[in-house]
């Protein structure tokens, strides 16, 4: 690489990585607009840009670039698509020969975030997709009083209480009530491409064997540090694969000493591309972007009540969900053509909640797995040495002076900052789960 080219590249990593706010789009290869342009609605202007370029539907890049003269041509984005692009479309979805399958899109709300709800029940409203059904789950102890006033735009959307508190208690209310063959969720804070629903059920229709399918999860907007400082913590919001994989608990064989738990990931080819721990299950996808068998999910039993967010464990609810059904030997697939946006923290505040919640949720979660099922205690035990050397050497880059690449500005959490708030959720997760555990049996009581 030439000089000129090196200073290039490091100007587009310094603008990807510390400027804002981002302009975020996805476009197609097929549709290149004639320019990006750099003006923000708001006024001012957009410091970079982030896209999705998608070939014939399925992504080809995630291209982060600056904006330098205002707007980006047709001719300039089709560059860095080449040069970044493998030009491949053997991950291209195929239509579907037999009929599609009936799909319940279940979204559990607080109704906090009511703008946001707004977006996300008007893109789900949005679908192409001809069988689905859209489950709106309120979650408030007093479910399904003071509505908004606009939730009348939506007649396709069917209403349920669940005054039990927590997500997971939502979900299964849900759950309990689909009649689709497919079970889809998101978040109230959520929109999906057009597309999503189609690109789950060719997934699932592809590989009957995969009993969950997960997808890409994109920023719907990067206006502030806080949304940006999340993804630069965690490297994207769930997997930001580019090929579609699947995933299987790699056979463990008999033995006296109890074995580690492994995910094999393989490529469409069956051919393997890594392992990693089972319970490392933030790997597989995130609950923003999941979607299952209905029977699978049934079988186990649906999710776990002690956790998730609104219970004092606060998280770990979906990953709990896949580390069960990898037990069970079912396939967990992703598929990055199943697109959705989240919207991230705006503030610092949220942010640090969030990374705390995390933490807490996924120390909880593991509690969870070995009191409901002791043969996870031995797993999880010959996992410890894979374990310390991975979660040690990410948290020590992240830990160590002078990681977080930018100066320190008020009401900003360094990456070190948001490190030590996620450890010491995820010290205080055993516990919570603990209480979390008490108030279900009370509620149950």
């Known amino acids: 690489m030439s000089t000129g080219s090196t200073r290039h590249a490091e100007r587009d990593r310094s603008h990807a990585e510390g400027l804002w706010p981002i302009k975020v789009l996805v476009v197609d290869v097929e549709h290149l607009p004639s320019e990006i342009s750099a003006a923000h609605p708001d006024g001012g202007r957009y410091e970079g840009l982030w896209a999705l370029v998608r070939r014939k539907e399925p992504p080809a890049a995630l291209l982060k670039l600056p904006f330098v003269d205002g707007h980006l041509t047709a001719d300039e984005l ?4 080449d040069r970044s692009a493998n030009g491949s479309t053997d991950g291209v979805l195929e239509t579907l020969e037999q009929s599609l399958p009936t799909i319940s899109v279940i979204v559990p709300t607080m109704m906090k975030r009511l703008h946001h709800l707004y977006l996300t029940l008007e893109s789900l409203e949005a679908l192409e997709y001809p069988a689905y059904e859209i489950l709106l789950v309120d979650n408030r102890a007093d479910g399904c009083k003071e509505l908004p006033s606009w939730l009348d735009r939506f007649p396709g959307v069917r209403l349920l209480p669940e005054p039990r508190p927590g997500i997971s208690a939502a979900r299964n209310c849900g759950l309990a009530a689909a009649t689709g063959e497919l079970i889809a969720f998101t978040d109230d804070d959520v929109t999906v491409d057009p597309a999503w629903l189609r690109a789950i059920a060719q997934r699932f229709a592809a590989h009957p064997e995969e009993a969950c399918v997960t997808g890409f999860v994109l920023p719907r907007e990067l206006e502030t540090p806080a949304q940006l400082r999340l993804e630069q913590y965690y490297g994207g919001f769930g997997p930001r694969l580019l090929a579609p994989v699947s995933h299987r608990l790699e056979p463990r064989g008999p033995g006296i000493l109890p074995r580690p738990a492994l995910i094999v990931e393989l490529d469409e080819a069956e051919r393997p591309l890594r392992t990693f721990s089972l319970y490392a299950a933030g790997s597989l996808g995130t609950g923003a972007n ?57 503030d610092d505040g949220s942010l640090r909640g969030q990374l705390e919640a995390n933490g807490l949720g996924f120390t909880a979660m593991l509690v969870a797995l070995a009191a409901q099922d002791r043969s996870h205690l031995g797993a999880m035990l010959a996992t410890v040495p894979r374990a310390v ?52 049996k009370g509620l149950a009581s």
């Open 78 to 81: 089709r560059g860095h698509i």
């Open 389 to 440: 050397r991975s979660l040690g050497l990410s948290y020590w880059q992240k830990l160590r002076p002078g990681s977080s690449k930018e100066q320190e500005v008020e009401d900003r959490s360094t990456i070190a900052g948001l490190a030590r708030v996620e450890l010491s959720g995820m010290a205080r997760g055993p516990a919570a789960y603990w209480r979390s555990r008490r108030l279900v």
């Open 290 to 346: 999941m979607a299952f068998r209905a029977a699978a999910l049934r079988e186990v039993g649906g999710f776990d009540e002690t956790l998730g967010t609104g219970m004092p464990s606060s998280g770990g609810d979906d990953l709990s969900m896949f580390v069960q059904l990898a037990w069970r030997g079912y396939s967990i697939g992703f598929e990055p053509a199943a697109l959705v946006h989240h919207t991230h923290r705006r």
